[in-house]
T-cell receptor, first 112, second 112 residues
Framework: EPEVTQTPSHQVTQMGQEVILRCVPI?????FYWYRQILGQKVEFLVS????????KSEIFDDQFSVERPDGSNFTLKIRSTKLEDSAMYFC??????????FGPGTRLTVT | GEDVEQSLFLSVREGDSSVINCTYT??????LYWYKQEPGAGLQLLTY?????DMKQDQRLTVLLNKKDKHLSLRIADTQTGDSAIYFC????????????FGAGTRLAVHP
Protein backbone atom coordinates (compact mmCIF):
# COMPACT_ATOMS: atom_id res chain seq x y z
CA GLU A 1 0.00 0.00 0.00
CA PRO A 2 1.49 3.40 -0.93
CA GLU A 3 2.50 5.59 1.98
CA VAL A 4 3.99 8.96 2.78
CA THR A 5 7.60 8.79 3.92
CA GLN A 6 9.61 11.36 5.84
CA THR A 7 13.29 11.84 6.53
CA PRO A 8 15.00 12.09 8.89
CA SER A 9 12.98 10.49 11.67
CA HIS A 10 14.80 12.64 14.22
CA GLN A 11 16.76 15.84 13.69
CA VAL A 12 18.71 17.66 16.37
CA THR A 13 19.88 21.18 15.57
CA GLN A 14 21.21 24.22 17.33
CA MET A 15 19.19 27.37 17.69
CA GLY A 16 19.68 29.67 14.71
CA GLN A 17 20.54 26.87 12.30
CA GLU A 18 18.58 26.09 9.16
CA VAL A 19 16.86 22.74 8.83
CA ILE A 20 15.19 21.03 5.90
CA LEU A 21 12.62 18.34 6.57
CA ARG A 22 11.90 16.04 3.67
CA CYS A 23 8.81 14.20 2.61
CA VAL A 24 7.95 11.90 -0.25
CA PRO A 25 4.18 12.07 -0.77
CA ILE A 26 2.12 9.28 -2.30
CA UNK A 27 3.05 9.25 -5.97
CA UNK A 28 -0.16 10.33 -7.74
CA UNK A 29 -1.21 12.84 -5.08
CA UNK A 30 -1.49 16.53 -5.92
CA UNK A 31 -2.16 18.20 -2.55
CA PHE A 32 0.54 18.43 0.08
CA TYR A 33 0.53 19.60 3.69
CA TRP A 34 2.71 20.17 6.71
CA TYR A 35 1.45 19.95 10.27
CA ARG A 36 3.27 19.98 13.56
CA GLN A 37 2.64 18.74 17.07
CA ILE A 38 4.45 20.32 19.98
CA LEU A 39 4.78 17.85 22.83
CA GLY A 40 1.57 17.75 24.85
CA GLN A 41 -0.32 19.97 22.42
CA LYS A 42 -2.72 19.47 19.53
CA VAL A 43 -1.68 18.75 15.97
CA GLU A 44 -1.56 22.14 14.18
CA PHE A 45 -1.86 22.94 10.49
CA LEU A 46 1.09 24.82 9.00
CA VAL A 47 0.64 24.98 5.24
CA SER A 48 -1.00 23.41 2.22
CA UNK A 49 0.51 23.31 -1.27
CA UNK A 50 -1.04 22.64 -4.65
CA UNK A 51 0.04 23.26 -8.22
CA UNK A 52 3.46 24.49 -7.11
CA UNK A 53 2.18 27.17 -4.82
CA UNK A 54 0.97 27.64 -1.27
CA UNK A 55 -2.82 27.41 -1.15
CA UNK A 56 -3.23 28.17 2.53
CA LYS A 57 -0.99 28.85 5.51
CA SER A 58 -1.50 29.37 9.20
CA GLU A 59 -0.22 32.27 11.27
CA ILE A 60 2.50 29.95 12.59
CA PHE A 61 3.93 29.73 9.05
CA ASP A 62 5.86 33.00 9.09
CA ASP A 63 8.83 34.18 7.01
CA GLN A 64 11.10 31.67 8.75
CA PHE A 65 9.27 28.83 7.05
CA SER A 66 9.20 27.88 3.40
CA VAL A 67 8.06 24.90 1.37
CA GLU A 68 9.23 23.57 -1.93
CA ARG A 69 8.60 20.75 -4.34
CA PRO A 70 12.06 20.60 -5.87
CA ASP A 71 11.30 17.67 -8.15
CA GLY A 72 8.43 15.35 -8.99
CA SER A 73 8.67 13.34 -5.81
CA ASN A 74 9.92 15.37 -2.85
CA PHE A 75 8.18 18.01 -0.75
CA THR A 76 10.31 19.92 1.73
CA LEU A 77 9.80 22.21 4.71
CA LYS A 78 12.64 24.61 5.48
CA ILE A 79 13.02 26.49 8.72
CA ARG A 80 15.55 29.24 8.13
CA SER A 81 16.70 30.06 11.65
CA THR A 82 15.37 27.61 14.20
CA LYS A 83 14.13 28.68 17.61
CA LEU A 84 13.69 26.57 20.74
CA GLU A 85 9.91 26.76 20.27
CA ASP A 86 10.19 25.08 16.85
CA SER A 87 10.91 21.80 18.65
CA ALA A 88 8.03 19.54 17.67
CA MET A 89 7.00 16.54 15.62
CA TYR A 90 6.49 17.64 12.02
CA PHE A 91 4.07 15.64 9.90
CA CYS A 92 3.81 15.73 6.14
CA UNK A 93 0.53 14.69 4.51
CA UNK A 94 -0.68 14.26 0.96
CA UNK A 95 -4.04 13.92 -0.71
CA UNK A 96 -5.23 12.86 -4.13
CA UNK A 97 -8.69 14.37 -3.92
CA UNK A 98 -8.48 16.86 -1.01
CA UNK A 99 -10.90 14.78 1.07
CA UNK A 100 -8.47 12.22 2.48
CA UNK A 101 -5.17 13.37 3.91
CA UNK A 102 -2.59 10.63 4.44
CA PHE A 103 0.11 11.37 6.95
CA GLY A 104 3.73 10.31 7.15
CA PRO A 105 5.39 8.97 10.31
CA GLY A 106 6.76 12.40 11.26
CA THR A 107 10.15 13.98 11.89
CA ARG A 108 10.96 14.83 15.48
CA LEU A 109 12.83 18.15 15.48
CA THR A 110 14.77 19.03 18.61
CA VAL A 111 16.27 22.52 18.79
CA THR A 112 18.92 22.98 21.48
CA GLY B 1 -12.81 29.64 14.47
CA GLU B 2 -13.16 25.88 14.44
CA ASP B 3 -12.47 24.01 17.61
CA VAL B 4 -12.55 20.27 18.20
CA GLU B 5 -12.81 18.77 21.67
CA GLN B 6 -12.35 15.19 22.87
CA SER B 7 -12.08 13.48 26.21
CA LEU B 8 -8.47 12.55 26.88
CA PHE B 9 -8.61 9.00 28.16
CA LEU B 10 -10.70 5.84 27.83
CA SER B 11 -10.06 2.47 29.39
CA VAL B 12 -11.95 -0.64 28.24
CA ARG B 13 -11.77 -4.38 28.75
CA GLU B 14 -10.73 -6.54 25.81
CA GLY B 15 -13.81 -7.72 23.89
CA ASP B 16 -15.98 -4.81 24.99
CA SER B 17 -17.03 -1.93 22.75
CA SER B 18 -15.22 1.40 22.94
CA VAL B 19 -16.94 4.68 22.23
CA ILE B 20 -14.81 7.75 21.66
CA ASN B 21 -16.62 11.07 21.52
CA CYS B 22 -15.83 14.36 19.86
CA THR B 23 -17.54 17.73 19.54
CA TYR B 24 -16.79 20.38 16.95
CA THR B 25 -17.88 23.97 16.53
CA UNK B 26 -18.01 24.68 12.80
CA UNK B 27 -21.38 23.68 11.38
CA UNK B 28 -20.06 24.06 7.82
CA UNK B 29 -17.67 21.11 8.26
CA UNK B 30 -17.96 19.00 5.13
CA UNK B 31 -16.16 15.86 6.24
CA LEU B 32 -15.21 14.69 9.71
CA TYR B 33 -12.30 12.37 10.29
CA TRP B 34 -10.91 9.84 12.71
CA TYR B 35 -7.18 9.22 12.82
CA LYS B 36 -5.28 6.65 14.89
CA GLN B 37 -1.77 7.10 16.24
CA GLU B 38 0.14 4.15 17.62
CA PRO B 39 3.26 4.74 19.73
CA GLY B 40 6.11 6.08 17.61
CA ALA B 41 4.00 6.11 14.45
CA GLY B 42 2.29 8.73 12.32
CA LEU B 43 -1.40 9.52 11.98
CA GLN B 44 -3.29 6.75 10.25
CA LEU B 45 -6.56 7.74 8.56
CA LEU B 46 -9.09 5.32 10.03
CA THR B 47 -12.34 6.53 8.57
CA TYR B 48 -14.32 9.64 7.75
CA UNK B 49 -17.93 10.64 7.32
CA UNK B 50 -19.51 13.16 5.02
CA UNK B 51 -21.65 15.74 6.76
CA UNK B 52 -24.86 14.66 5.01
CA UNK B 53 -24.60 11.18 6.55
CA ASP B 54 -25.48 10.24 10.11
CA MET B 55 -23.80 6.87 10.26
CA LYS B 56 -21.00 4.99 8.56
CA GLN B 57 -19.94 1.44 9.28
CA ASP B 58 -16.62 -0.09 8.31
CA GLN B 59 -15.99 -3.56 9.74
CA ARG B 60 -15.56 -3.09 13.52
CA LEU B 61 -15.79 0.70 13.27
CA THR B 62 -19.02 2.69 13.41
CA VAL B 63 -19.05 6.46 13.08
CA LEU B 64 -22.11 8.35 14.27
CA LEU B 65 -22.68 11.99 13.43
CA ASN B 66 -25.22 14.22 15.15
CA LYS B 67 -25.03 17.36 13.08
CA LYS B 68 -27.54 19.26 15.20
CA ASP B 69 -25.43 18.78 18.33
CA LYS B 70 -22.13 18.85 16.39
CA HIS B 71 -21.19 15.56 17.97
CA LEU B 72 -19.17 12.79 16.39
CA SER B 73 -18.45 9.40 17.87
CA LEU B 74 -16.32 6.41 16.95
CA ARG B 75 -17.42 3.01 18.16
CA ILE B 76 -14.97 0.12 18.04
CA ALA B 77 -16.68 -3.25 18.43
CA ASP B 78 -14.89 -6.17 20.11
CA THR B 79 -11.95 -4.00 21.16
CA GLN B 80 -8.57 -5.74 21.02
CA THR B 81 -5.24 -4.91 22.65
CA GLY B 82 -4.01 -3.88 19.19
CA ASP B 83 -6.57 -1.08 19.27
CA SER B 84 -4.65 0.62 22.09
CA ALA B 85 -3.60 3.96 20.61
CA ILE B 86 -4.48 7.64 20.53
CA TYR B 87 -7.55 8.48 18.45
CA PHE B 88 -7.87 11.94 16.94
CA CYS B 89 -11.02 13.56 15.67
CA UNK B 90 -10.46 16.19 12.96
CA UNK B 91 -12.61 18.64 11.05
CA UNK B 92 -11.76 20.93 8.15
CA UNK B 93 -11.60 24.62 8.92
CA UNK B 94 -14.55 26.70 7.71
CA UNK B 95 -16.03 24.08 5.44
CA UNK B 96 -12.96 23.83 3.27
CA UNK B 97 -10.71 20.86 2.74
CA UNK B 98 -7.17 22.07 3.21
CA UNK B 99 -6.73 22.79 6.84
CA UNK B 100 -7.69 20.10 9.32
CA UNK B 101 -8.31 21.10 12.94
CA PHE B 102 -7.51 18.27 15.33
CA GLY B 103 -8.81 17.42 18.76
CA ALA B 104 -6.31 16.71 21.51
CA GLY B 105 -6.68 12.96 21.03
CA THR B 106 -8.24 10.26 23.20
CA ARG B 107 -5.85 7.67 24.57
CA LEU B 108 -7.55 4.27 24.46
CA ALA B 109 -6.17 1.68 26.85
CA VAL B 110 -7.39 -1.89 26.39
CA HIS B 111 -6.84 -4.26 29.29
CA PRO B 112 -7.43 -8.02 29.57
Amino acid sequence: EPEVTQTPSHQVTQMGQEVILRCVPISNHLYFYWYRQILGQKVEFLVSFYNNEISEKSEIFDDQFSVERPDGSNFTLKIRSTKLEDSAMYFCASSGDRYEQYFGPGTRLTVT
Amino acid sequence: GEDVEQSLFLSVREGDSSVINCTYTDSSSTYLYWYKQEPGAGLQLLTYIFSNMDMKQDQRLTVLLNKKDKHLSLRIADTQTGDSAIYFCAAPFSGGYNKLIFGAGTRLAVHP
